[in-house]
T-cell receptor, first 113, second 114 residues
């Protein structure tokens, strides 16, 4: 069964460092998303990406965040200068179209120290 | 702004008992999802509800949607320990250009004990 894959599963980084979280969405899907979940809290939307551009972003997704689909298969989330409060589980998701369900990757746990 | 509220947030159940988790949302939606999350794990899709009156069942779980009341329920029948997890509902806003963005409820932490 096709699945969304994310790497790494866990990343520890020092405050102020840049991190790149990687995702490979399901191959025929057209819409891609990043969500995050701070420990013990609900899942929050960060950004959606369609047709090679950001379609919507939340207030959380400030200038420190960026997304890219560099090669038609990978979908990356970059945080330029990490803060302690960026520590969270980051989930990538993809859907084929607006009438189908979102499939989530297994997540990357980011710990900023 | 779309708001999604679940209740209860914590649910401790005895095995064999029935209970319902409620999910209310604040604006028009054309899709509602239920997900299960085990500790430290990803989100597993349980149900996709697309229309008013939709009812879906899988094993001991049954989900329904009332779009007029902006309410979905997840009913648990004869709970077993394996159902212990956090359950999230998530809603897609019907208006504007949401591009499929999911707005999640706070989650219901379900613990089933003997």
């Amino acid at each position: 069964e096709p699945e969304v894959t994310q790497t790494p599963s866990h990343q520890v980084t020092q405050m102020g460092q840049e991190v790149i979280l990687r995702c490979v969405p399901i191959s025929n899907h057209l819409y891609f998303y990043w969500y995050r979940q701070i420990l013990g809290q609900k899942v929050e939307f960060l950004v959606s990406f369609y047709n090679n551009e950001i379609s919507e972003k939340s207030e959380i997704f400030d200038d420190q965040f960026s997304v890219e689909r560099p090669d038609g298969s990978n979908f990356t989330l970059k945080i330029r200068s990490t803060k302690l409060e960026d520590s969270a589980m980051y989930f990538c998701a993809s859907i084929f179209d607006m009438n189908t369900e979102a499939f989530f990757g297994q997540g990357t746990r980011l710990t900023v120290v | 702004e779309l708001k999604v509220e679940q209740n209860p947030l914590f649910l401790s159940m005895q095995e064999g008992k029935n209970y319902t988790i409620y999910c209310n949302y604040s604006t028009t939606s054309d899709r509602l999802y239920w997900y299960r999350q085990d500790p430290g794990k990803s989100l597993e899709s349980l149900f996709v509800l697309l229309s008013n009156g939709a009812v879906k069942q899988e094993g001991r779980l049954m989900a329904s949607l009332d779009t007029k009341a902006r309410l979905s329920t997840l009913h648990i029948t004869a709970a077993v320990h394996d159902l212990s997890a956090t359950y999230f509902c998530a809603v897609v806003y019907a208006g504007g250009t949401s591009y499929g963005k999911l707005t999640f409820g706070q989650g219901t932490i379900l613990t089933v004990h003997p």
